[in-house]
């Protein structure tokens, strides 16, 4: 009797700790677009060109600003086909060339989870609570 309840205490805590699949792709897309906003943020200032990012309808995302070489470097698809995302309060994000830049977020969306990519204007894009309000742009 001891060790069926063991056992069913063990895969209860197992099965609480495994992560759902959809949540991990949506954190793992998180992060790479923070780290390619931030990226594109940086080479805008450095070429002194006014530079947005924009989802795509067709499922990908869009850099608008940035000299030919450093858009071919960048990538324009999700790492998941079923990854969208919607910039709240406009249409596009502003990355620069300004160091002090309007509070920002992108909502990304899989399945029905949804993880947000924001920044307050000085610190850099990063994740950010989704339900966190932004002020008008």
Do not use: C, N, Y
Request: a negative charge; zero cysteines; hydrophobic letters at 45%.
């Amino acid at each position: 009797m001891v060790v069926v309840l063991i056992v069913a205490v063990s895969t209860g805590l197992v099965s609480l700790s495994l992560r759902d699949r959809s949540q991990s792709r949506l954190e793992e897309e998180g992060a790479r677009l923070s780290a390619l906003l931030e990226s594109a943020r940086t080479q805008s200032r450095i070429v002194g060109t006014d530079v947005r990012w924009a989802p795509l309808t067709t499922g990908g995302f869009e850099f608008i600003g940035l000299p030919a070489i450093a858009t071919k470097e960048l990538p324009s698809r999700w790492l998941d086909s079923g990854t969208t995302a919607t910039v709240v309060g406009g249409p596009q994000l502003r990355l620069g060339p300004e160091p002090l830049l309007p509070a920002q977020r992108v909502v990304l969306h899989l399945g029905e989870r949804e993880i947000a990519v924001g920044t307050d204007g000085l610190s850099p894009f990063q994740i950010v609570d989704a339900s966190a309000t932004v002020a008008a742009q």
